[in-house]
């Protein structure tokens, strides 16, 4: 352990990220880099620089991360419709590749040699940061504490936390809050406790982003969202950078109830995992992409889309947005996307997203010219299907005839 | 045309199947065998019967389709979780091959030679039919009256009823229902009319199954569904036989204000169409077998069927249903469902379908010692997760490293 | 019929598409414009100018073609290791695209409003003319005699041939060929006759490129073969525009007896058929390719092509090269060869293609201190691999304690 | 290290089997009972019984599996026309979960509570045996010697026989075979040394089981295989049980010079690896089963086994036979099968494998009245092929429409 001159360590300020950044102290004896990002989550940064000062931090990095964080990570995944198993958002998934990364680029800065981070040795985090890590750098060393060390009771940790002077609030005390969370721009979750049991419904006092659809307002709310290349620009026509934008449909979402999720999903690591999230402002754009892209996108396009999907949501769930095969099925992606523009607009009403009405002006492939149920002035000759019909029969009315002769 | 002796007509009794009768006994100069389906679309067959009698028809087919279209259709499809395009449950399509199959077996009871059908040359219909009946009798003939004949207005197909005496509703004068409609067990769809603009909202009036979710109680309610072997059996305990469960999760899912779709998606024919569906019961059994699935399916498995579904999806929209790669894709899915066994609890409230739990007493993958936040007790060794980690990295850091030579 | 104006026709100068020249003339009235390719099926085409000339054709075109073949089409899809049904190389349906393309702009150059060619109803070359031709300009006019008129048996052509002047060579009055042929830079083809009992071996005196093994040289020949991006530039340290170097591994695979292919292949239009081929340079590229790619692409990377390869070839095959999904499916396919950079060397014996060796100063992701079955220094911990399999057994480890519970 | 009481040993009577099985007895203190398999690896089993008497070993499995491993899993494996990256037959990875099934077996009935291999820490085989037996037995301990103890050079693994009284042939002192290999029915594998330098041809003294093409008779052998729901059940007629076979294949493919491979393949564990390959009668199999299924196999059931391959082969090459979703993949492929009956000719000539001919009584879907460049009799109409073009180019026109219009 004693080969680690300097550590990144991802810090939030929090009580668990303290307690590793004095155990990195102690234990490897290196000095600690820490590094707090705001992407979203909602909270204050600045008491994490107070609290790093306090433990002798000299190289503190506080960084707004949140345009970056939606125009690079979460708007390329949305290009693809993107959902692992069938549900989940991959809110927490798109937000570790870029930690990852500024974990390495501040390494590089501070001529650190280590990086290290707060997720356990259970979940998918641990692998999420360190598969981008060492995709970035192969030989950057990487500590995880919750693989190492022998804190692994909320008790044990309190202790240490005591004994080293390390203030717990009073809520950490009192057990803390009973979820294990994350939150960013895209979403917040939760884990943990009562969620353990599948069979339970999660207690309506968890939720912190959405009202309940019971409690959203009686009145729904329409709402035209444009789109560029397959990322939305602006919202009832007030062009909006793309953290605004999402922070915008989160605050919509959640006034209407919007995009709460209850799931059992798969963790890379192995054993089913219950989760529960709150994703209003994704769960508004994933069906309004769908919505703009159902008239500008080849129906083989789109298919391609559609079967690649679930391979690309698993490239993500899994950690390897930094691999080559992420990056090689994004050029895919994204040159699809080069004809998506156009509007989409949606009804918000108590937990619903409605989409009622949808135009491109330059790309739609909508010809209702062709899709009449009317008159079509020949636009389309209804005998041609005859033929279409029968050659893509052929083939099952060869083996028709033989298992006739059979 | 004059090869054809006796014919089988898919017969609904309303006005274009019997301007269709009519027209097959004048031009082809033939027997017409009528055929009529209740799948559930909620119309009265014995008219019917009396119209077929009245244009002298003597074999009359008319049979309670019900429960083998839920049980050995509409079942085995949402086994896949399936859904064209992301969104459509493919309430039309799924009803089509079974349509084909009674079609051909009338043909082999009466000694018919053709099969006919009122399926437009522009829709997915007619595919759907004629694939179907190829594939099962290669050498039966099919006729298509509205790719041959030239009564392509509703101005000469009003006016050629009229002529061959053949009854005109009021409504129809009155230029009928603003939509072309479809209805079964599993879903009623429109299209047409106001709906070919797709920038536009469709009109509240259009929506028959369901109410608005404005309009839908401010009680929630709570149902468990069972499943067995993948398909649901009862409803809050209640055995109920396939089509009956179905037709109490649209009852319910009606009241609630469930199951509207508004999309715009891909023929197979090639062009873009814009539909509007009422699948009340099946967004409620798409939303709870993902669930019972969520705790019984082995990840991979689940991971391989979510990569097949858009192409078992498109199968079935393209009309495949009797090919032999559906046929060898529903091998592959059915055999996964042995384990889909337990309960599953879903809260219906305003057009929202939302999972609260979900348990299996016998198959239950989820091993809450295992995924525990909370210690324990040695199921899982966190230094595991390392070595998971480092080998999944090495060849991203062996191509790091190269980029370092560069 | 009457109103084509002027018709570009791909026009070979042999008796086929002869009789389709002055058929045109006749039956459509129009004026008629011949275009004639090389792309290196090694015929003169001098000959066909004089032919058209006779019919008094005004607009003759002659392009070589064998440069734009092999690069733009050849070698693209060369780059996904394509291969249909397990074993085709696409020797004709890669050059029909291009085909299409000059159709279409020599009609505009032109002012013709139709195009025309000498493709039978029955095959997959008149979907691959015609899908190409309709992409590119959606409202060009196609005329396929062989789908139009009544001269279906050689007897009558012969007759309509002899009836209008044009010559008839002796070998087409002796039943002619006894085989289909298509050839150009890629491959030669033979169907019909013959070959159309699948049981049957092919003739000996069939092959026209290659030796048999048997007749091949007793001495191997070794070969390298420089790759840039994926393609191939040089032979033996020799640079070589992609016609030079294709021709020149036809000429060496031929001599060697290499690239026979004996197969019955399922057709677009629904029968299947049996063809033989021979690709003597395009069996040593795709065996040559393979290999710079093993050394040289990231594992996943290579995966993911190799599960799209049977699709992008179907497309080929298909005719939907100038598709939006052939096209983007491409723009993946493309990214991926930027780091195929190196050489590979082959042995060539009697029909065999044997990989020697390759290397990649630039872009090798063999890394031999870490395959090594030596000592490696340390550079890969085999403790990694208890934690790599311990986690990706758990699931299965879950699913046991389920079973054993049972 | 304590808590195992008795282990079940893969034991081949070689010097490293020999070296662990003595390690483990004094490392572990505990019982060893041997098990070796006959899987046609050609060696003598007898003396691995002698050895294991010597060391004491009290319960000594020596077993013939040679039928199972033949038509249990590798003909199951070749029903998907299997190839790892498009050209590993897989014969080492589809040994291994049988060996791993019969030491899972062996513990529970000798009720041992571990089992121990001699597979190394860098290679797939410690993968596949462990997966297996954890999906087999989830209780089960697994003792990999190579990733605990120090032996890791070959000095040190000398010095301990040496020590330990375990006898060292000649050869090992010498330095024993150049290569790493393993062989079974189907193939035999060479790895390392010389062939650690991809650029280097494999020398041609290597090669055990084929001569060199060279080397093979002049005079080509022509063998008929037919197939019963696609396993091989006879050569030239002669019925013969699975394994006995494939060794006869084997030995005419090595007579011929058949099935030689040299590659660079992606190791599950992360890096690339060069391997040699012979596998003479698995190459003429692969040939064999495409062409019997060239004729018996509806088109889209073909795509879709192609499209799944690749996944098949990585599941098998990473060691996931015994895993859910190999099983469930297995239903697919197995269903397809049974309509693969017929038989193939192939001629045998210096390294080529070259099919002539190939038919079916009873399940042939070549229709030679339909496929014909003859006439047909109206088997087949030409006019179906234009409505099926304009269909299918449908969607690309509506969008050249669009183009022509910006």
Redesign the interface.
């Known amino acids: 352990m004693s080969d680690v001159k300097k550590v990144v360590l991802a810090y939030s300020g929090g009580l668990d990220t303290s307690v590793i950044l004095k155990w990195l102290q102690d234990v490897y004896q290196c000095e600690v880099v820490t590094f707090t990002a705001d992407i979203g989550q909602g909270e204050e940064l600045e008491p994490a620089r107070e609290k790093a000062k306090k433990f002798g931090v000299k190289e503190i990095y506080i960084d707004d991360l949140r345009e970056e964080f939606v125009r690079d990570f979460v708007f390329p995944m949305f290009r693809a419709?993107t959902v692992y198993?069938?549900?989940y958002l991959l809110g927490t998934s798109i937000a570790r590749p870029l930690i990852a990364k500024r974990l390495i680029e501040i390494a590089h800065e501070t001529k650190a040699d280590a990086i290290s981070h707060g997720a356990?040795?259970?979940g998918n985090d641990?692998?999420r940061f360190?598969?981008g890590a060492?995709?970035?750098?192969?030989?950057i060393k990487i500590i995880?504490p919750?693989?190492e060390w022998d804190l692994?009771?909320r008790e044990k940790l309190l202790a240490y936390a005591e004994q080293n002077g390390i203030p717990v609030e009073m809520k950490h005390k009192q057990g803390g809050s009973p979820y294990?969370m994350d939150a960013n721009l895209l979403h917040i979750s939760y884990?943990?406790?009562h969620l353990?049991?599948?069979?339970?419904?999660?207690e309506e006092d968890m939720w912190r982003w959405t009202v309940s659809?019971?409690k959203a307002p009686?009145e729904?709310e329409y709402l035209d969202i444009e789109y560029r290349n397959g990322d939305p620009i602006s919202l009832n026509g007030k062009a909006l950078k793309p953290h605004e934008l999402l922070a915008e449909l989160n605050r919509l979402g959640g006034k209407h109830g919007i995009g709460?999720l209850?799931?059992?999903?798969?963790r890379y690591?192995?054993?089913?995992?219950?989760g529960c999230y709150e994703t209003p402002g994704g769960t508004i754009l994933l069906k309004a992409h769908?919505?703009i892209e159902?008239?500008t996108l080849?129906?083989?396009?789109?298919?391609?889309k559609?079967?690649l999907m679930?391979?690309y949501a698993?490239m993500i769930y899994n950690g390897?947005w930094?691999?080559?095969?992420r990056?090689?099925?994004q050029?895919?992606i994204d040159?699809?996307q080069k004809t998506v523009n156009g509007w989409v607009?949606v009804k918000l009403?108590?937990?619903?997203v409605?989409?009622?009405?949808?135009?491109s002006k330059?790309?739609?492939?909508?010809?209702?010219t062709?899709?009449?149920?009317?008159?079509d002035a020949g636009a389309?000759?209804?005998?041609?299907?005859?033929?279409?019909?029968?050659?893509?029969?052929?083939?099952?009315?060869?083996?028709?005839?033989?298992r006739?002769k059979?």
């Open positions: 419709n198993e069938g549900e356990t040795g259970k641990q692998v360190e598969l060492y995709s970035l750098d192969s030989n995880a919750w693989r692994l009771s294990s884990e943990g406790r353990e049991d599948p069979a339970a419904e999660a659809p019971e009686d729904a709460r209850d799931l059992v999903e798969n690591v192995g054993m089913k995992s219950r769908r919505a159902s008239i080849d129906r083989e396009v789109a298919h391609l559609d079967d679930p391979r698993s390897y930094w691999s080559p095969e990056v090689t099925l050029t895919l040159h699809t607009r009403y108590k937990g619903n409605i989409v009622t009405g949808r135009d330059t790309d739609s492939l909508f010809d209702s062709i899709a009449t149920f009317e008159d389309y000759d209804h005998c041609d299907a005859g033929g279409f019909i029968k050659l893509n029969a052929l083939r099952m009315r060869i083996a028709a005839n033989l006739n059979k």
